[in-house]
């Protein structure tokens, strides 16, 4: 029976919120503090840490496993 629930990535993140105490504040300002060397220098993507950061202009669009190929047709 729950296979058929469908839970969207904004339901899981409010739950990780405010159930469990996840700061998304904190972690949105870690990963644009992650991302501000690559958006000054105009990268679309950045690898930091063990992921990489998709960007278009000054947003940081997803994240990816660092190794993933930033392109889609890929």
Not at 41 to 62: D, F, N, Q
Request: proline share 1%.
């Amino acid at each position: 029976m729950t296979n058929s629930v469908r839970v969207t990535d904004h339901a899981v993140l409010r739950y990780l919120e405010r159930e469990h105490g996840l700061d998304v504040d904190a972690v949105r300002n870690h990963i644009a503090g992650l991302a501000a060397t690559g958006v000054q220098l105009e990268a679309i993507s950045v690898k930091v840490e063990r992921v990489k950061l998709l960007l278009c202009g000054e947003t940081v669009v997803t994240v990816l496993k660092r190794n993933w190929p930033s392109d889609r047709r890929s």
